[in-house]
């Protein structure tokens, strides 16, 4: 991941968020969030993250992932997502959400939508306490559970979605792949090695012999011959036909 702080951002900004509403908000928070819900129903598995921009002809993504060379891929990603959910395999698209105004104004509905509903559960937790039955017990612990989980799965589609503004230029869409529980784990884990020497997991996907793609974009800085000669070799292989190839529309020259 480029940003280093993702997860750091979204804590801080709920750090903000508490300190600046007060004690009735960090009430709702902190009687509902759960982290051992979270690592145990939300990531009992490793996340896999790819990266995809909205913007398939952009000068700074182009300058940051492709300096003076390359071609852009225009992907279908519901496509992949099809090709690529199994009984063992989740995929999620995530469009990522830059505004800083946005993601407080989200995050304090979130809470404000569980004020009533974190006294209830509350109120629930004093009734186990206090059950006189086994039945009783697990009957409370029906109602109030639900509300915890709803709180925390919202919380956590809020995190994986937030990143600091100044990112927002990649206008980034990401698939967060991850295995099933409990369904040949780990059967799907490659390793490759990184130009640093890391040893760095990751889950192959299909783009289902190329049906994804449906566009391919020269760089800036390439010429004619480019565009061409990636028309005929997509010509000239029959699965590949369907894909367009066109040269990027911004003026770019290297001084």
Wanted: with cysteine.
């Amino acid at each position: 991941m480029n940003d280093p702080s993702e997860e750091f951002y979204f804590d801080q900004l709920m750090k903000q968020i508490l300190e600046k509403k007060g004690d009735k908000f960090k009430s709702v928070h902190d009687v509902l969030f759960s982290e051992s819900y979270r690592n145990a129903v939300l990531s009992p598995t490793e996340r896999h993250v790819v990266s995809f921009s909205k913007n398939g002809d952009s000068l700074s993504m182009w300058n940051y992932y492709s300096k003076g060379n390359g071609y852009n891929l225009e992907i279908d990603l519901n496509k992949v997502i099809e090709l690529n959910t199994t009984y063992d395999l989740y995929v999620v698209k995530v469009e990522i959400n830059y505004d800083e105004n946005q993601q407080i104004e989200l995050l304090e509905k979130l809470i404000s939508d569980f004020k009533e509903k974190s006294e209830r559960f509350k109120e629930g937790k004093i009734r186990m306490k206090y059950a006189i039955s086994e039945n009783e017990y697990y009957e409370i612990m029906g109602e109030i559970d639900p509300i915890e989980m709803d709180y925390n799965e919202r919380l956590e589609e809020l995190k994986i979605a937030f990143k600091h503004p100044a990112y927002s230029r990649e206008e980034e869409v990401r698939l967060i792949v991850s295995e099933v529980p409990g369904q040949n784990e780990g059967e799907n884990v490659k390793f490759r090695i990184s130009n640093t020497g890391i040893f760095v997991s990751y889950i192959p996907l299909s783009l289902g012999s190329c049906d994804s793609v449906s566009r391919i974009t020269t760089h800036p800085l390439n010429g004619e011959l480019h565009r061409v000669g990636i028309e005929e070799f997509l010509k000239s292989e029959h699965k590949l036909k369907h894909i367009e190839a066109i040269s990027s529309k911004i003026p770019f020259r290297e001084v």
